[in-house]
């Protein structure tokens, strides 16, 4: 095989899919999942890449289009009204247009308290203007100054405003003050957002702007299905927390258009019922889920819950996934077995090549490998698929290698060496060996750790041991 000279000069795949080496038919499978919205089942042991496909399929679902709120209801505040809105794809008027603040109008730049009324230079927001000394407090700039404003000219973070449209319409438009020198101006349209959640009680609970990869491993009833929290006062009006305040989403809420990654699923044990729930509704309520908490009588129907399930555990845990959740996956979806060895070939050895760069660049704070110790990993690769599988491969078990990778790096920078060496690749091999290992080389098996451990001695010749 064509060796690099170094890792260094190995170009790096731009797609998160390609960088997963060996398991062609769980990318493609992820693949197409994401074009599709399919659900995805993927299954094998640790360390081979289920983490990582996960991650790298929710590149490649389109953004969220809804924000979920809640309102308050005020002829029955413990049901909360929903509210779900639906944005354009790649409009950001919701999010208002970033201005210079020297093109705004005058007396609006001079409420955001950039500019001096006085001399009209731009400054920072001082109560005096440090150019000509004008007191931006002092009243009277403008005769209505107390009308709208009980702290003089000093600054504040939103101006509301009327112009003339093109039509000859007049509309509503928010000034709101970035820093001295950018202001963020909402029309019409952008507006309605800003105004709502000041004017109306209003909650967003799933926000337009969230990331399309939830994680729900290990998830408790209340992180996966959402809550109501609790609040002393019961919602009383004038002392407690009103009802729609305390809703709380789950993760499956969260994963909305996304996607919901439940990483050792069959631990989730009966919770899987609900995720089976909520697959099939595409909608879940939000209640309080602590029958003693005030929040247990407030109930938020129809949370929308849209997601895309991918779901991973290990080859034994199989039995303990729930049929019909199974049954739901691959009804709409694929399983993929994952491998834990591939053949030992040219085109599999440039893949751990490629890994191994990967590795070294992902870390960041190690050297890159030179030829040799490539040589050397790859044969460790070689050593663990016999070892484990009993196979003559390169291994997929990779989590592992990795770990031999950045012990090796870090020997290497201890040493202040440039490039990791075929040398750090062997005493990281050396150092890594697992406890069981490390037992079994010092005593020979685990009883006789235990052993000797407990105060026994050991008969070495005859088998015969005595206390
Ligand atoms: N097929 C693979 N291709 C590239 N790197 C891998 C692969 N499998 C595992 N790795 C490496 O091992 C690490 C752990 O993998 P992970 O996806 O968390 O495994 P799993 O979820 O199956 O236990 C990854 O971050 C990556 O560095
Ligand atoms: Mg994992």
Request: glycine content about 8%.
């Amino acid at each position: 095989m064509d060796l690099p000279e170094s890792t260094k000069e190995i170009a790096l795949p731009k797609d998160p899919l390609e960088m997963i080496i060996g398991q062609s038919e769980a990318v493609e499978a992820a693949r197409i999942a994401s074009k599709q919205r399919r659900h995805l089942l993927l299954v094998g042991p640790p360390g081979t890449g289920k983490s990582m496909i996960a991650q790298s399929f929710a590149h490649f679902i389109p953004p969220p289009r809804q924000e979920v709120a809640v309102l308050h209801n005020f002829s029955n505040p413990e049901r909360p009204v929903l509210d779900v809105r639906e944005f354009k794809p790649s409009s950001n008027r919701e999010d208002g247009v970033v201005t210079p603040i020297s093109k705004v109008p005058r007396y609006i730049a001079e409420k955001l308290s950039s500019r001096c009324g006085v001399c009209g230079s731009v400054t920072p927001n001082l109560h005096i203007c440090s150019r000509c000394g004008a007191d931006r407090q002092a009243k009277g700039l403008s005769p209505f100054e107390d009308l709208f404003s009980s702290a003089g000219n000093m600054a504040r973070e939103r101006v509301y405003a009327t112009r003339k449209c093109p039509d000859g319409k007049e509309e509503i438009t928010v000034y709101e003050r970035i820093d001295d020198e950018k202001v963020r101006v909402y029309d019409n349209k952008s507006l309605t957002r800003i105004i709502d959640s000041e004017v109306k009680p209003r909650k967003v609970i799933v926000p337009l702007k969230r990331s399309s990869f939830v994680q729900a491993t290990g998830a408790s009833e209340t992180e996966l299905l959402g809550d109501v929290q609790h609040d002393p006062y019961g919602g009383h009006p004038e002392v407690g927390i009103l009802p729609y305040m305390r809703v709380v989403p789950g993760a499956i809420h969260e994963a909305h258009e996304g996607v919901l990654f439940i990483d050792e699923i069959a631990h989730l044990d009966f919770l899987q019922r609900y995720i089976l729930t909520a697959m099939q509704e595409r909608k879940f309520p939000i209640t309080g889920r602590n029958a003693s908490s005030t929040g247990a009588s407030v109930r938020v129907d129809g949370v929308p819950c849209d997601f895309i399930l991918v779901a991973a555990l290990n080859m034994s845990d199989l039995p303990s996934l729930l049929p019909p959740l199974r049954s739901r996956i691959t009804g709409n979806g694929y399983e993929v077995l994952l491998k834990t060895h591939m053949e030992d070939n040219e085109e599999n050895r440039k893949k751990m090549v490629q890994f191994i760069a990967q590795e070294i660049v992902k870390d960041g704070r190690i050297p890159h490998a030179n030829a040799d110790a490539i040589l050397a990993i790859i044969s460790e690769a070689k050593k663990r698929a016999k070892n484990i599988d009993s196979v003559s491969a390169l291994t997929l078990r990779l989590r592992s290698v990795s770990g031999v990778i950045k012990l090796a790096g870090d020997l290497a920078f201890m040493e202040g060496a440039e490039l990791i060496e075929r040398k750090h690749v062997e005493a990281a091999v050396k150092r890594g060996r697992t406890i069981e290992e490390q037992v079994s080389d010092r005593y020979g098996s685990l009883w006789r750790a235990g052993a000797s451990e407990y105060g026994y001695r050991i008969d070495k010749g005859d088998g015969k041991e005595v206390a």
